[in-house]
């Protein structure tokens, strides 16, 4: 498996990463997701460790806490070979609490280490931008966590780019620990994360890990152009709650990307997968699955390459024009004189 740095740190994580989303079973939401119990998480735990994946992310949100027992369960034995990843700031349902605050950080970090049974986590990251709380009491607070061994790296997740580039520079200007990674949501159907998100990881040293990289399972090659929505889909009860997907965007990709996957001799998942990898600042695509099958699929996403064409072809449909400010870019030659578009032949 191919290991890459996280951001500017000095952390190596595998390319593809583990996603205990469906772990637990909790709740309408994530009992949605799937039910995956302590026997069949350590024996997808297996499958992630004989293929490379040793970077397992979770959150004190999934299941009500249940997703980080499990994880915490399942990797028994073998805590030293793995990276664990977990992410608060959600509202729980069990205290009440929910931000950035020290009280409730400081709180959030050591019931998360009771539950995954571990005495630090790898990588913690805020799940959210918590407007109310001043990035100097956030950043203070976490690099304390840092300096006492409780988490060894920082992240964000889900932030805008202003929110990030301030709190970086309010950790620089305190001496604080920095982020090194964002969690953030990026597919063939959602490539927002490109216009700010992107060019600040760049800049910044902040590597991309990549949550629902299949748009929340739509792109599995199972939803096609007149068929309907399989039976066995989280997507029944908690579409709302995912990533916002334009329905023609996605059935014109799914299309190419079979195309794509025949000429490759590739599943669908694997393609859409693999082209994320291709992608800078992205240092690990967190794939999730509810059983062993769809693990060992989508496992099989890495370890080869799409080609320049195939790429382009992906690229090409999937594109959606700028936002603003960022049109007149990619529309204008002065503009793209002084600052070219990441993806200047997209479209
Ligand atoms: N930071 C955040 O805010 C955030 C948000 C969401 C997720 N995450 C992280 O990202 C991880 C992955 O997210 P995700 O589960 O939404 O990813 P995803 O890749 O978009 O969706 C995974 C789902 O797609 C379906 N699927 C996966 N592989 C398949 C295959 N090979 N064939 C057919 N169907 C397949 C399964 O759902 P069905 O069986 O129901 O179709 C599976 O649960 C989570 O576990 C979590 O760690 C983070």
Redesign the pocket.
């Given at each position: 498996m191919e290991l890459r740095s996280l951001g500017r740190s000095g952390l190596q994580v595998p390319v593809l990463?583990?996603?205990?989303?469906?772990f637990g079973g909790a709740g309408e939401l994530f009992g949605?997701?799937?039910h995956v119990d302590v026997a069949q998480a350590r024996s997808m735990v297996d499958q992630c460790l004989d293929a490379g994946v040793t970077l397992f992310?979770?959150?004190d949100v999934?299941s009500d806490g249940a997703?980080e027992e499990v994880l915490g369960a399942a990797l028994r034995g073998r805590r030293d070979r793995v990276l664990v990843?977990t992410?608060a700031g959600?509202p729980t349902g069990r205290d009440g609490e929910l931000g950035s605050s020290r009280r409730h950080l400081v709180a959030a970090v050591e019931s998360a280490l009771r539950r995954l049974d571990t005495d630090h986590v790898d990588l913690f990251?805020l799940?959210?931008y918590d407007a109310r709380t001043s990035p100097e009491e956030v950043v203070d607070t976490l690099d304390s966590l840092v300096t006492s061994g409780k988490i060894r790296y920082l992240g964000v997740?889900?932030y805008a780019g202003w929110q990030l580039a301030r709190a970086l520079g309010v950790a620089d200007a305190r001496g604080r620990e920095r982020f090194v990674a964002h969690?953030?949501?990026y597919?063939l159907v959602g490539r927002d994360y490109e216009w700010d998100l992107m060019p600040l990881g760049l800049a910044e040293g902040v590597g991309a890990?990549?949550?629902?990289?299949?748009?929340?399972?739509?792109?599995?090659?199972?939803i096609r152009r007149g068929a309907p929505l399989?039976e066995?889909?989280?997507?029944h009860a908690t579409a709302a709650a995912?990533p916002p997907v334009d329905t023609d965007l996605l059935l014109d990709v799914v299309d190419v990307l079979v195309d794509v996957a025949d000429e490759v001799g590739r599943?669908?998942?694997?393609v859409a997968?693999n082209w994320l990898t291709t992608r800078p600042t992205v240092a690990s695509v967190?794939?999730?699955?509810?059983?062993a099958?769809?693990?060992?699929?989508?496992l099989g996403a890495v370890g080869w390459s799409l080609d320049a064409e195939h790429v382009r072809r992906l690229d090409a449909v999937s594109h959606r024009p700028a936002p603003y400010p960022h049109f007149p870019y990619e529309r204008q030659a002065g503009f793209a004189a002084v600052s070219p578009p990441l993806f200047p032949t997209a479209g």
């Open positions: 990463s583990f996603g205990a989303g469906t949605a997701w799937g992310d979770t959150a999934y997703s990843s992410k959600l990251q799940h959210a997740s889900n969690q953030v949501y597919s890990l990549v949550w629902s990289p299949l748009a929340w399972g739509r792109l599995t090659g199972r399989p066995r889909s989280r997507l995912g599943t669908v998942p694997q997968l967190i794939v999730g699955a509810r059983d099958d769809q693990l060992a699929d989508n």
